[in-house]
């Protein structure tokens, strides 16, 4: 009983420690942001840049604040978080149904291999007059390119994590006479889950990237939009603001994602 009573305070001890160093990592984290504020309004304010160019803290709060009065900044918030997590869900489900199938048949991966290789080298922001060409000038542009950002990654990543399952599982599976679609859903899916989680999280970057490339191109609201907006008549407050808030969501949305990995660890 007593061994067990240490065990269990050995155990508590250690996620204390971990729970005390999560806590350091991200006080770390706020005190980094914090000096780097401080130090680009300091050096606004003697002089050493020139707030016209890089703007300052001061000066995105006061611009954040007018455009929440004016309905401008919620109303593009809103477009392009809408457009990123359509195209983050359209890009992660069908990447991943698209590494399924190549799994599935050895030849159609076989053949296809030079042409996903190829794809995802394809600077995909060259396609853009084609895009909206082809699927027109609006948000399903927009979408458009999110998703052909990020669906080749997701399917070679998820392609990969596919291949590297234990083949020697695979066989013992095959010698209880299972078959391919249990093998896939018992065995291969699992294994892949934390693998899945990392995309996931590329998925949230690459998708950010996507849509404001699109929103670059073409459009007539959105966080991109206002950026190039803001670029057109030299008000390069209204730049900055816009791409912090870009950043703010973008780490929103990685944080639901790491929230929902760290409940699958569990």
């Not at 006080?27 to 840049?49: P, R, S």
């Not at 065995?187 to 490339?213: H, Q, T």
């Not at 900055?240 to 703010?248: A, H, N, R």
Request: hydrophobic content about 50%; overall charge positive.
């Amino acid at each position: 009983m007593k061994k067990g009573n240490n065990i269990t305070g050995k155990y508590q001890h250690f996620l204390k420690a971990q729970k005390i160093d999560y806590l350091t990592t991200k006080a770390y984290q706020i005190l980094l942001l914090m000096v780097f504020v401080v130090i680009w309004e300091v050096l606004t304010k003697v002089g050493i840049v020139d707030p016209f160019f890089f703007s300052s803290p001061s000066r995105i709060c006061i611009t954040f604040v007018d455009l929440v009065k004016n309905g401008n900044l919620l109303q593009h918030m809103l477009i392009t978080l809408y457009e990123t997590f359509l195209g983050f869900i359209i890009a992660t489900v069908l990447g991943t149904l698209i590494a399924i199938l190549l799994w599935w048949s050895k030849k159609t991966r076989d053949v296809l291999d030079p042409y996903i290789v190829v794809l995802n080298s394809l600077p995909k922001i060259a396609l853009g007059p084609l895009i909206i060409i082809w699927v027109g000038a609006g948000m399903s542009s927009i979408i458009t390119m999110c998703v052909l950002i990020s669906i080749v990654i997701t399917t070679l990543s998820m392609l990969s994590s596919f291949l590297s399952c234990d083949e020697d599982k695979i066989l013992l599976m095959k010698s209880f006479g299972a078959k391919k679609y249990q093998i896939l859903t018992k065995l291969i899916i699992p294994y892949s889950i934390p693998d899945f989680m990392s995309v996931l999280k590329i998925n949230v970057g690459m998708s950010w990237v996507g849509i404001v490339m699109g929103e670059y191109l073409v459009s007539k609201a959105g966080l991109g939009y206002l950026i190039v907006y803001g670029s057109q008549i030299f008000k390069l407050d209204i730049v900055l603001t816009s791409t912090v808030v870009l950043c703010v969501l973008a780490c929103i949305m990685y944080g639901i994602v790491s929230l929902i990995e760290r409940k699958f660890k569990r």
